[in-house]
């Protein structure tokens, strides 16, 4: 099996539509992989855990980080184009906006971003509007403008490793679909 230098990422704060998007682009025929952190939660719920008492809690976000890098770890050995639901990135993300220490979880994101070789294409999905979002608490509008805004701050600050960052508006998830393919269409082999 080959593998494709390239992985797109999409991302943006709760109920910007990242689902729903990702949704349409499996459809389209991509790969698309899973967000950690509903996985994390899911076992957590499996096990009559309430993930609301782990929301922000070093134990689940370190729980997140690592299927963020199992996922990571299967992408690249995969033969076609992979979207994924968020990254380890926007796990940090997430330890930024709970004030958790960061430090361990920066360097392993830059030294994990500065060995791969190939083309990371990010997509912020801008908010459209808030819904029940069943793994992560439901968040208000403020909060969840807040996390939007940690998000698209720690990409921005890891610009250096990625091919492009888009930012995508609020529309149909049809258009904002046929928006993510246009951008990397021309990365796509054919």
């Given at each position: 099996?080959?593998?494709?230098?390239?992985?797109?990422?999409?991302?943006?704060?709760?109920?910007?539509?990242?689902?729903?998007?990702?949704?349409?682009?499996?459809?389209?025929?991509?790969?698309?992989?899973?967000?950690?952190?509903?996985?994390?939660?899911?076992?957590?719920?499996?096990?009559?855990?309430?993930?609301?008492?782990?929301?922000?809690?070093?134990?689940?976000?370190?729980?997140?980080?690592?299927?963020?890098?199992?996922?990571?770890?299967?992408?690249?050995?995969?033969?076609?184009?992979?979207?994924?639901?968020?990254?380890?990135?926007?796990?940090?993300?997430?330890?930024?906006?709970?004030?958790?220490?960061?430090?361990?979880?920066?360097?392993?994101?830059?030294?994990?971003?500065?060995?791969?070789?190939?083309?990371i294409n990010v997509f912020i999905l801008d908010l459209v509007g808030l819904t029940?979002?069943?793994?992560?608490?439901?968040?208000?509008?403020?909060?969840?403008?807040?996390?939007?805004?940690?998000?698209?701050?720690?990409?921005?600050?890891?610009?250096?490793?990625?091919?492009?960052?888009?930012?995508?508006?609020?529309?149909?998830?049809?258009?904002?679909?046929?928006?993510?393919?246009?951008?990397?269409?021309?990365?796509?082999?054919?």
């Amino acid at each position: 099996m080959t593998s494709v230098d390239e992985y797109n990422i999409i991302t943006g704060g709760p109920s910007a539509g990242k689902s729903s998007v990702l949704r349409e682009l499996e459809v389209r025929g991509y790969r698309t992989l899973p967000e950690a952190a509903q996985l994390v939660t899911d076992r957590a719920i499996s096990k009559d855990q309430d993930p609301d008492l782990l929301y922000g809690s070093e134990a689940f976000e370190t729980r997140i980080e690592s299927v963020d890098y199992k996922l990571a770890r299967r992408a690249r050995e995969a033969d076609d184009v992979v979207f994924f639901d968020r990254t380890y990135v926007d796990a940090l993300a997430y330890r930024e906006y709970f004030d958790l220490d960061t430090r361990d979880a920066k360097e392993r994101v830059n030294d994990d971003l500065r060995n791969f070789t190939g083309n990371i294409n990010v997509f912020i999905l801008d908010l459209v509007g808030l819904t029940e979002d069943y793994h992560r608490q439901e968040e208000d509008e403020r909060e969840a403008m807040n996390i939007h805004n940690q998000i698209v701050e720690t990409y921005n600050d890891l610009e250096w490793a990625f091919n492009d960052i888009y930012h995508i508006e609020p529309s149909t998830v049809e258009k904002r679909a046929d928006i993510v393919e246009g951008k990397i269409f021309n990365y796509i082999e054919q």
